[in-house]
């Protein structure tokens, strides 16, 4: 039995073809421009293609395999905690700005300070304090005074 190691012409082209494809469905259509960041399903791909063009007659190594998987699963976690991190800082921020509530607080309005009472919150994401008729966001307060009412 022969085998040869070098490929045709045919088989370069489609190999040439194949990589191509790839690399348009890893860019999904954003020109020849390669995204700076992988995420999960951008490492499922390259595992998948990797699998599929692997030589037959010297197939990946076991321990290689697993590592990958590893990395995969390890990749993965690590974006579901930040996802829950994320969730749980802006539940915190909007904790944050309902406790300033009734409050007398002092704001940055970018040169000026603005004293005066809480009155309303907003949720949301960025929350939203109302105080003398006017809502400013919550990361602009210098100074809270709890308790004490002008």
Do not use: C, W
């Not at 995204?35 to 293609?49: E, H, M, Q, R």
């Not at 037959?56 to 991190?85: I, R, Y």
């Amino acid at each position: 039995m022969d085998i040869s190691l070098s490929l045709s012409p045919q088989e370069q082209s489609k190999v040439a073809a194949d990589v191509n494809s790839f690399n348009k469905t890893l860019n999904d259509g954003k020109g020849s421009k390669a995204s700076t960041v992988l995420d999960k399903n951008d490492f499922l791909k390259i595992l998948i293609t990797q699998l599929s063009h692997q030589d037959p007659t010297q197939p990946m190594d076991d321990k290689e395999f697993v590592a990958q998987m590893a990395q995969f699963s390890s990749l993965e976690q690590m974006t579901n905690m930040s996802e829950g991190l994320t969730k749980v800082a802006d539940l915190l921020a909007r904790t944050q700005a309902i406790s300033m509530l009734g409050s007398s607080v002092d704001i940055d309005t970018g040169g000026d300070t603005v004293s005066g009472v809480v009155d309303a919150v907003t949720g949301g994401q960025f929350p939203q304090l109302l105080v003398n008729g006017q809502y400013y966001d919550s990361s602009q307060v210098l100074k809270v005074k709890t308790g004490v009412k002008e």
